[in-house]
């Protein structure tokens, strides 16, 4: 079974500019999420989907953050525009949306790394 | 903002030698999960204990839980280099809702 795959796996890019992060979960897995994770820290949420609806979307800034998943498979997140403290590591996660809390683990992605300077 | 609070941050012990790590969170949970991450990649999930329940065991793995001091253990016995990596906890706070809530890590270093 493949696991969470994202694309790129680095970016640099420099304050005010734009960029996109790609993500494709595991086959059948209902409930897409993105993570920040800044250095030193562990995850923190930013949005979670189920199919292609928002579930959570409370700490996304959404000033300068955006995220779909339009068929419910594929998310793209995007930054526009860049500040310093985005540099971080992007992480999606999936999990299955039905049965037992076990059933529901999330699987992770490798992630990227973007660096604003 | 964090729930989970993992103690010690940092964390070198000898190879073989068993390793425990503490996380404390604030609010009640419908589970708590532990997860791995090795440097630049992704989080690996180890094992999840649910809240009526005191302890788990999954191979080297073995975890604790005390809802009533909003605690739990993840200890590793007969360390190996390769378990070399970050340890976190994360919360589950809603039954169904699946959202985690993750602490800021326990750094483990395994030395040969």
């Known amino acids: 079974e493949a696991g969470v795959a994202q694309s790129p796996r680095y970016k640099i890019i420099e304050k005010r500019q734009s960029v996109a992060f790609w993500c494709n979960p595991i086959?059948?897995?209902?409930?897409l999420y993105w993570y920040q994770q800044i250095l030193g820290q562990g995850p923190k949420l930013l949005i979670q989907?189920?199919?292609?609806?928002?579930?959570?979307d409370s700490q996304l800034p959404k000033d300068r953050f955006s995220a779909e998943r339009l068929k419910g498979v594929d998310s793209t997140l995007k930054i526009q525009p860049a500040k310093l403290e985005d540099s971080a590591v992007y992480l999606c996660?999936?999990?299955?949306?039905?049965?037992?809390?076990?059933?529901?683990?999330?699987?992770f992605g490798p992630g990227t790394r973007l660096l604003v300077l | 903002s964090q729930q989970g609070e993992e103690d010690p941050q940092a964390l070198s012990i000898q190879e073989g030698e068993n390793a425990t790590m503490n996380c404390s969170y604030k609010t009640s949970i419908n589970n708590l999960q532990w997860y791995r991450q090795n440097s630049g990649r992704g989080l690996v999930h180890l094992i999840l204990?649910?809240?009526?329940?005191r302890e788990k065991h999954s191979g080297r793995l073995r975890v604790t839980l005390d809802t009533s001091k909003k605690s739990s253990s993840l200890l590793i016995t007969a360390s190996r280099a390769a378990d070399t990596a970050s340890y976190f906890c994360?919360?589950?706070?809603?039954?169904?809702?699946?959202?985690?809530?993750f602490g800021q890590g326990t750094r483990l270093t395994i030395n040969p």
């Open positions: 989907f189920q199919n292609n609806g928002v579930v959570d």
């Open positions: 996660a999936s999990s299955q949306s039905r049965g037992t809390s076990e059933r529901k683990t999330q699987y």
């Open positions: 086959s059948g897995h209902a409930t």
């Open positions: 994360a919360t589950d706070l809603i039954q169904g809702a699946q959202k985690l809530v």
């Open positions: 204990i649910r809240s009526n329940e």
